[in-house]
C-alpha cells in the first residue's frame, strides 16, 4: 500500500513550486535594479493592511445577510441560491461570493428573483456595489 497518492504527490508539487518561485522573488532583492521593485511591493502589502481590514468586514457585512436569505430558498435547487455552495463551508463561499461580486461578477443575479425576497436581494446587491 502506498504512503500517498499521485494526486497527492501534485498537490505537494505544485505547492513545492510555487514556494520556489516566491523564493526567486526574494533572491532578486540582491540587484540593485530589481530590490528597488520587490521593496516596493513589499511595503504596498504591508500599507494595505487597514484596507484590507475594512473589506473584509465590508463582505462580511453584506455576505451575512446573503446567506440569511439563502434560509429561505429551496437548498437543493444550486441555481436559486444566492451564494453558489463552491467548497461547503458556508462562511468561506460568503467570503469568495463578495470577493467575487466586489470584482464585477454578477452571477447570482438571477437567482435574486427565484425567491421571496426579490427586492431586499437587489437592494442589498447595490448597496454592496456602491459601498465594496
Do not use: H
Amino acid at each position: 500500500m502506498a504512503f500517498y497518492s499521485p494526486e497527492l504527490n501534485k498537490v505537494f508539487a505544485s505547492i513545492t513550486s510555487s514556494l520556489l518561485t516566491f523564493k526567486i522573488f526574494d533572491w532578486l532583492r540582491l540587484f540593485e535594479k530589481t530590490a528597488f521593485i520587490i521593496i516596493l511591493v513589499k511595503q504596498t502589502v504591508v500599507d494595505i493592511g487597514q484596507f484590507m481590514m475594512i473589506i473584509f468586514f465590508a463582505w462580511l457585512m453584506f455576505g451575512f445577510p446573503m446567506v440569511i436569505l439563502d434560509q429561505n430558498r429551496n437548498i437543493d435547487d444550486e441555481d436559486s441560491l444566492l451564494v453558489s455552495n463552491i467548497t461547503g463551508i458556508w462562511l468561506i463561499d460568503m467570503l469568495i461570493n463578495q470577493y467575487l461580486l466586489s470584482l464585477g461578477e454578477f452571477t447570482n443575479l438571477d437567482a435574486f428573483v427565484k425567491g421571496p425576497q426579490t427586492a431586499m436581494c437587489y437592494a442589498f446587491f447595490a448597496l454592496t456595489t456602491f459601498i465594496v
